[in-house]
């Protein structure tokens, strides 16, 4: 069995990496692709970096991997107040902030997502820009659970591969926390984040610091929650058969 799992950035793959001892594959700069065997599982982690364009850049050969299934991962923003930061959600669906475009996660991927620990909830939104302030994550809650800026692309490029996929992804940042810098303008042209961008900004707003410190420890340990479910889920949603509670629901979605 071959799995696919993606994130946008370094930082969310790092507790996994380290757990497992991933080793890359890849020696263009541009394209970070890294194996591992998790249990009897072959499993590729692709980093997309972060946003539409850069997601659709490294999306364009990764399917040639031939995955029986695709985990789009990585952390998001919460946009209700129950789901605190360190959660784990898998959504049924995944839209565009527009409203304009939606991806269905396979809803046996999803069943067994709930099994092995996952809150399954309706919907992630997929925003062109980071969302930065508790206002305008409440408004968002009002139509979805998190938001993020890679999963669509991610499923859309699945569904057209026909390669079953879900969005899987854990809470950085709460509903009600500002985040602490301007990340819009943190990300380098390939959609990492840039230390020279973060540091200027820093210089110019040093009482932000003490949030900044927050979201990372915040962020860190979502992403190591993160990495706990993955390991595990990539191993028994290819092992175990779906438990008859899994396969009334995935018939239910």
């Known amino acids: 069995m071959k799995i696919l799992v993606t994130f946008a950035l370094e930082n969310e ?4 990496r380290k757990l497992r001892r991933f080793r ?5 700069a541009w394209d970070q692709t890294y194996e591992a065997k998790v249990g009897s599982v072959d ?5 997309t970096g972060a946003g539409r364009f850069a997601a659709q850049r490294c999306l364009g050969q990764a399917f040639d991997y031939k ?13 209700k107040a129950a789901h605190r930061p360190g959660a784990i959600l898998a959504a049924r669906s995944v839209e565009d902030i527009q409203g304009t475009r939606l991806m269905r996660s396979d ?6 997502a709930r099994e092995y620990g996952a809150s399954v909830v309706e919907k992630f939104l997929v925003s062109d820009r980071v969302i930065s302030t508790a206002e305008e994550k409440k408004l968002l809650g009002a139509s979805a659970d998190a938001v993020d800026m890679e ?5 859309a490029a699945a569904a057209h591969n026909d390669i079953r996929a879900v969005a899987i992804r854990a809470i950085s940042d709460g509903a009600e926390s500002d985040l602490p810098l301007d990340f819009d303008r943190a990300f380098n042209e390939r959609g990492a984040v840039s230390v020279p961008k973060v540091l200027r900004q820093i210089a110019a707003r040093p009482h932000r610091i003490s949030g900044l410190i927050r979201l990372a420890h915040e962020s860190d340990r979502a992403a190591a929650a993160l990495a706990g479910f993955l390991d595990e889920y990539v191993q028994r949603v290819t092992l175990d058969p779906l438990p008859e509670i899994g396969k009334a629901e995935a018939l239910a979605i």
């Open 13 to 16: 793959f790092a507790p996994w």
């Open 43 to 47: 499993v590729r982690v692709l980093l």
């Open 24 to 28: 890359r594959i890849s020696v263009d």
């Open 151 to 155: 999963s669509l692309y991610i499923l």
């Open 107 to 112: 809803p046996q991927l999803i069943a067994g």
């Open 67 to 79: 995955p029986d299934i695709c985990v789009a991962s990585g952390l998001s923003g919460g946009l």
